[in-house]
């Protein structure tokens, strides 16, 4: 059973435009909403995360939208580049003991930015 | 992330072998994880340990055992292993109650 639905699988944009990656949960005891990216080779890292008290969370081109009632949350790539390009993952915890459970990931999405 | 370091970085090995994958630390945490990556499945959590004496399942620990030799490490086993765990591994490490996960370079596994 998959908690995580995360889509597109595959994305192909612009250079400097739009990149937008959706995700939506089932478990409502989740309250912890990383976004990760991934390089060829390389490990995941920690891209922008938000917990739901707040609808949205920016850093600079990257943003979080998160609709607790739909539990769906969004990552959206403003001014998309090329060295955007990677494979990005969006996740969930719940707050278990102290809060670091292991996290569930959605299935990845592999962004392309084209020139 | 150079803090996690994960060793072998590609094993070959046959199927029926026991084999280990190491990850050490020096970030300091006292939180570490193992994860399996597979093309199109994501990533998904084998074990994790809380402390040395704190060690819990996860979602796909069926043919893993894993120990925690010392906080900073933690080490991933695969008893007799099979054509089906050949994937990529990844471990991982965090502090306290913070969620933020610091991931390793992975290993390469493939079993024949």
């Known amino acids: 059973q998959q908690q995580v639905k995360q889509s597109p699988q595959s994305l192909i944009v612009q250079k400097g435009g739009i990149s937008i990656i959706n995700c939506a949960y089932e478990?409502?005891?989740?309250?912890?909403f990383p976004w990760y990216q991934q390089f060829p080779g390389k490990g995941p890292a920690l891209l922008i995360a938000?917990?739901?008290?707040?609808s949205e969370k920016k850093e600079g081109r990257f943003t979080i939208s998160f609709n607790k009632s739909a539990k769906q949350f969004s990552l959206h790539i403003m001014d998309s580049q090329p060295g955007d390009s990677a494979t990005y993952f969006c996740?969930?915890?719940?707050?278990?003991?102290?809060?670091?459970?292991?996290?569930?990931f959605g299935k990845g999405t592999h962004l392309i930015i084209q020139p | 992330d150079a803090d996690v370091t994960q060793t072998p970085r590609n094993r070959i090995t046959k199927t029926g072998k026991r084999i280990m994958l190491e990850c050490s630390q020096t970030?300091?945490?006292?939180?570490m994880y193992w994860y399996r990556q597979d093309p199109g499945l994501g990533l998904r959590l084998i074990y994790y340990?809380?402390?040395?004496?704190?060690?819990n399942k996860g979602e796909i620990s069926d043919g893993y055992s894993v120990s925690r030799q010392a906080q900073a490490k933690f080490s991933l086993s695969l008893e007799s292993a099979i054509p089906n765990q050949t994937a990529l591994y990844f471990c991982?490490?965090?502090?306290?109650?913070?969620?933020?996960?610091?991931f390793g370079a992975g290993t390469r596994l493939s079993v024949l």
């Open positions: 991982a490490t965090s502090q306290g109650s913070k969620n933020i996960q610091y």
């Open positions: 478990n409502t005891a989740f309250d912890y």
């Open positions: 938000i917990r739901p008290d707040v």
């Open positions: 996740a969930a915890s719940a707050g278990g003991r102290g809060g670091a459970d292991g996290l569930t």
């Open positions: 970030k300091g945490h006292d939180r």
């Open positions: 340990s809380f402390d040395v004496k704190d060690i």
